[in-house]
């Protein structure tokens, strides 16, 4: 499900700028060139997420969706969502993140979501589905946190 986030007019994909943060050069790779097939003309990358944020803070117009892998060395993808969100620029606060991670976890899903996340990717995504996913981030899409039972407070009807 999406929910509208972000107000600003949507960019198309042939004027986007994606930066992959991802620890595996063939994951890495595979990527940019699935990027490049859809026709993305701005791809860089980083290895981790360290490395990610000082590209970004040095020059916050890198790019403006990212693809960010969960299982990275030092810092995983949910914190470096987290320090992203709490930049002091605002850009980089409203930067569209695709999550993408090869755990199909409901609680990692529900963790990212709360950080406002345009998309949530299970490994390996084919180009369908990362094609969609860019299209939901760069219309300012963000996907909703999902309510279950165990949110709700049961009923109080011990003695």
């Not at 499900?1 to 042939?14: E, R, V, Y």
């Not at 990527?31 to 040095?58: G, Y």
């Not at 345009?118 to 299209?135: C, D, H, N, R």
């Given at each position: 499900?999406?929910?509208?986030?972000?107000?600003?007019?949507?960019?198309?994909?042939?004027s986007a700028s994606v930066?992959?943060?991802?620890?595996?050069?063939?994951?890495?790779?595979?990527?940019?060139?699935?990027?490049?097939?859809?026709?993305?003309?701005?791809?860089?990358?980083?290895?981790?997420?360290?490395?990610?944020?000082?590209?970004?803070?040095?020059?916050?117009?890198?790019?403006?969706?990212?693809?960010?892998?969960?299982?990275?060395?030092?810092?995983?993808?949910?914190?470096?969502?987290?320090?992203?969100?709490?930049?002091?620029?605002?850009?980089?606060?409203?930067?569209?993140?695709?999550?993408?991670?090869?755990?199909?976890?409901?609680?990692?899903?529900?963790?990212?979501?709360?950080?406002?996340?345009?998309?949530?990717?299970?490994?390996?995504?084919?180009?369908?589905?990362?094609?969609?996913?860019?299209?939901?981030?760069?219309?300012?899409?963000?996907?909703?946190?999902?309510?279950?039972?165990?949110?709700?407070?049961p009923p109080s009807d011990?003695?």
């Open positions: 499900m999406m929910a509208d986030g972000n107000k600003s007019p949507a960019l198309s994909l042939k930066l992959i943060v991802e620890d595996q050069n063939f994951v890495r790779e595979l990527l940019s060139r699935l990027l490049t097939s859809l026709s993305i003309p701005k791809v860089s990358s980083a290895r981790s997420a360290e490395d990610a944020l000082n590209n970004l803070e040095s020059d916050p117009d890198l790019a403006n969706v990212l693809i960010v892998d969960f299982e990275l060395p030092g810092m995983n993808g949910v914190k470096f969502i987290e320090t992203l969100r709490a930049s002091a620029h605002h850009q980089l606060k409203e930067m569209p993140v695709i999550m993408l991670t090869g755990h199909n976890d409901l609680t990692l899903y529900r963790d990212a979501a709360r950080l406002g996340i345009s998309a949530f990717l299970v490994k390996p995504a084919g180009p369908g589905t990362l094609k969609a996913a860019l299209e939901e981030a760069l219309a300012g899409r963000r996907v909703t946190v999902p309510r279950l039972a165990v949110d709700q407070q011990k003695v």
